[in-house]
């Protein structure tokens, strides 16, 4: 019941109601109704309750008016109810006006009513609607219950709760990325292309359990969803296509935990899918004591990465083009990286960061870390065959984990662009921690500029590919053949672009020479390129 609806009961209606101040809060909840005469009444009320007075007890100054209001709305009053008559005969300015100030609603009765009768309908109609309430949220639990023990899916479950709460339910991680959902209506899509923006603001606890979010566009109920003591996400309740009810407050908070323990036995399915690879990012970006905090929380899901760790990164090989638009290569490649560590008994944690998989592990599986590595490599691409070659770090402590991502995204991305099941390590890339140290000085751009500027601009120009078609024939070691199988050309397409290549370049590629100052620039543009897009990923990451 709302402050409206118990207005427009007939007791009340039949003894003059008036709305003399907060009339845009007629929506508020009652919690309870209250009488009392006294002038300090105020600190007895625990917020939601609405107060009948005759206001007898009332001091006569105008300061005292104000007090006795102030300290209404102060206490979370929903209302007073002042029937006119024995303490006054119309209500003073001086209290509507604080009324408005507190947002208080403030009601006045031209006659007498009986304050018995009122209580015990509003208290009878309450009490049955609360009964009706919590019989609605068993009732929901019970078939979110029956959805578990039948091996139900999550969004089975969140679309069940969607329909029981009459409004859209999104379940998200601890990067505020959307895990799964509950649809109630068709309004969806534009709330998830926003979500971010939705989950990042006015979201702020305002008590333990349920908080809501009426500021936020939409309006929100949520609650955190805690596994093993951390928070793993949050659980959302959109107000889009009805208000939020009294029931959604019951269920939400039991609904986070039946959620938990539904991610807790799905493992595989959802939190290696969402937790790990909120672990993945905080592990590849955090500083330090966040560093050995991550590695602690792995450990608390049941993952052992005590000791040194390694990191591993892979990705589709460059020529790997999806059979049709729409697929996603890592989603494909993120199972099977853990079948092949889990195959191994080694104790890892897999995500995605900057377009490419990324797995942290412990740096002492059985069996050896190098053997490890190759069977893992081996077993991926025998079920992908397009994935790259395996990059691998260097051992590291917890704290050196952005380091080691670094290392083995290099290892990655400089391993031969074609080359599958095979492990590049980063202590075997001596070109690239050669040009490493140079990126942030002048020399290593200047040097690039020199050697490929003229093509950069022609690229740019021209929307051409030329760069990539360069890189190709040196990666092939001069064979134009293997070049038109890595570019998946003709023969007389490779001839042609490597002619209008030497043209821009002014010089024959067929040089040893020159072939070695162009796979050097080449891999310092790389490198080069690569520093603003990772200093953005860290800076959002700590943001």
């Known amino acids: 019941m709302d402050i409206g609806e118990l207005l427009d009961l007939d007791l009340l209606v039949q003894s003059g109601v008036t709305v003399l101040a907060g009339r845009a809060h007629l929506g508020r909840a009652v919690r309870w109704v209250h009488t009392g005469e006294i002038a300090d009444i105020a600190r007895y009320l625990t917020g939601g309750e609405v107060l009948l007075t005759a206001a007898t007890g009332l001091p006569s100054t105008p300061k005292d008016h104000r007090r006795y209001v102030r300290e209404l709305a102060q206490a979370g009053a929903a209302a007073v109810i002042i029937e006119l008559g024995r303490g006054f005969d119309r209500i003073p ?16 009765l031209d006659r007498e009513v009986p304050f018995v009768a009122v209580t015990h309908l509003v208290h009878t109609q309450l009490i049955s609607s609360a009964h009706a309430t919590l019989l609605r949220a068993t009732d ?3 078939d979110m219950g029956k959805m578990i ?45 926003a979500w971010q923006r939705h989950s990042r603001s006015a979201h702020r606890p305002d008590r333990a359990g349920v908080s809501s979010a009426r500021v936020a566009d939409p309006p929100c109920a949520w609650v955190d969803v805690v596994l093993r003591g951390d928070r793993w996400g949050r659980l959302h309740v959109l107000e889009v296509d009805g208000p939020l009810d009294s029931v959604v407050g019951l269920v939400l908070g039991r609904m986070a935990a039946t959620i938990a323990l539904h991610l807790m036995s799905e493992r595989d399915a959802y939190l290696s899918d969402a937790a790990e690879e909120a672990l993945v990012r ?109 990059g691998m770090s260097r051992q590291c402590p917890p704290a ?7 290392e083995a995204l290099a290892a990655h991305r400089f391993a031969p662009a074609d080359s599958g099941g095979h492990v590049q390590r980063y202590d075997d890339l001596a070109l690239h ?25 022609h690229d740019a120009e021209h929307h051409a590919d030329l760069m990539r078609t360069l890189d190709a024939y040196l990666q092939a070691n001069g064979s134009k053949i293997a070049t038109a ?43 080069l390129t690569d520093q603003p897009a990772r200093g953005a990923a860290k800076a959002r990451a700590h943001a």
């Not at 300015?93 to 006045?108: F, T």
């Not at 090989?317 to 099977?336: M, Y």
């Not at 000085?441 to 003229?454: I, K, Q, S, T, Y």
């Open 93 to 108: 300015p001086e209290m509507i006006d604080e009324a408005e100030r507190g947002d208080l609603v403030l009601v006045s």
């Open 140 to 142: 929901i639990e019970d």
């Open 149 to 193: 023990v039948e091996g139900a899916t999550l969004p089975a479950m969140l679309d069940l709760l969607s329909e029981r709460l009459h409004n859209p339910v999104i379940l998200e991680d601890a990067t505020h990325r959307v895990v799964a959902f509950g649809r109630a209506s068709g309004a969806f899509a534009p709330i998830l292309r």
């Open 282 to 390: 905080g592990l590849a970006f955090d500083d330090d004591s966040d560093a050995q905090a991550c590695v602690a929380r792995a450990t608390g899901l049941g993952i052992d990465l005590d000791g040194e760790l390694v990191t591993l990164a892979l990705g589709p090989a460059p020529s790997h083009r999806p059979a049709k638009d729409g697929d996603d290569p890592l989603g494909e490649l993120i199972p099977i990286v853990r079948e092949a560590l889990s195959h191994q008994r080694w104790a890892s944690v897999v995500g995605t960061l900057e377009g490419i998989v990324v797995a942290v592990a412990s740096a002492h599986p059985t069996g050896g870390l190098d053997a490890a590595a190759a069977a893992v490599a081996e077993r991926i691409h025998a079920n992908v065959p397009w994935s790259r070659d395996v």
């Open 400 to 406: 050196a984990l952005p380091r080691a991502f670094r």
């Open 433 to 457: 921690r050669l040009l490493a140290p140079l990126v942030n000085g002048p020399e290593l751009a200047n040097f690039v500029e020199g050697e490929l500027g003229d093509l950069i601009a």
């Open 485 to 527: 199988g890595l570019l998946h050309l003709r023969r007389r397409s490779v001839y042609y672009r490597l002619e209008r290549l030497e043209q821009i370049l002014g010089y024959s590629v067929d040089s040893p020479d020159r072939r070695a100052r162009l796979y050097v620039a080449l891999r310092a543009r790389e490198l």
